[in-house]
Nanobody, 114 residues
Framework: VQLQASGGGSLQAGESLRLSCTASGSLNSMSVVAWYRHAPGKQRELVAP???????SYADSVKGRFTIYRDDSKNTLLLQMNSLTPEDTAIYYC?????????WGQGTLVTVSS
């Protein structure tokens, strides 16, 4: 499975951004689809997963601001990010799991300035 992430960029605090991750295969075949992020000097963080079609809980730091969803017709996983803060600055990665296999996208950089 190949994953192509896009949508990152540089923006100001308070603005919104939507990330996309298009898979080479059907997302329906994946047991887990998720977004992670890795901020400078911090450990990688699970932002939001969809497990067997159900949205699991969001990371506390993004609750109420981020929304994960999928467009199965386009094999695309999305992350709508609102009210961005400098603390959201990170490389965002999409991740899918199918059986015992895990696949990662290449990452897309989001930089938020105050």
């Amino acid at each position: 499975v190949q994953l192509q992430a896009s949508g990152g960029g540089s923006l100001q605090a308070g603005e919104s951004l939507r990330l996309s991750c298009t898979a080479s295969g059907s997302l329906n075949s994946m047991s887990v689809v998720a977004w992670y992020r890795h901020a400078p000097g911090k450990q990688r963080e699970l932002v939001a997963p969809i497990t067997n079609g159900k949205i699991e809980s969001y990371a506390d730091s993004v609750k109420g601001r981020f929304t994960i969803y999928r467009d199965d017709s386009k094999n695309t996983l999305l992350l709508q990010m609102n009210s961005l803060t400098p603390e959201d600055t990170a490389i965002y990665y999409c991740n899918v799991q199918r059986g015992k296999y895990t696949y990662w996208g290449q990452g897309t950089l989001v930089t938020v300035s105050s």
